[in-house]
């Protein structure tokens, strides 16, 4: 069974920063690309980020690219979201999810909060 496990959300004010992580078990981790989408209150899934198998390679939302940073650690099956420069519209519930785009399996998310 996946099981996708996000942490390190929270509150933050507008130009700090969070690292959110997602603990993935049930798969064979390295085998896949994985996602982090996210979801504000009233709007739809929003996917964000992609990382292809071995992390050669990083996919980014215009909104969050060149703030954001999604990487890998295989050995520990670990997927992370390095967030700086947060913006109040950034504020959303943030899920990791198997595969690429929004249809995969995710985890029971992470709260993110900007506010001042």
């Known amino acids: 069974e996946v099981q996708l496990l996000e942490s390190g959300g929270g509150l933050v004010q507008p130009g700090g920063s969070l690292r959110l992580s997602c603990a993935a078990s049930?798969?064979?981790?390295?085998?896949?690309?994985m996602s982090w989408v996210r979801q504000s209150s009233g709007k739809g899934l929003e996917w964000i980020s992609s990382i292809n198998i071995g992390g050669t390679n990083t996919y980014y939302d215009d909104s969050v690219k060149g703030r954001f940073t999604i990487f890998r650690d295989d050995a520990k099956n670990t997927l992370s979201l390095q967030m700086n420069s947060l913006k109040n519209e950034d504020t959303a519930t943030y899920y990791c999810s198997l595969g690429w785009g929004l249809g995969g399996s995710r985890g029971q998310g992470t709260q993110v909060t900007v506010t001042s």
């Open positions: 049930g798969f064979i981790f390295k085998d896949y690309g």
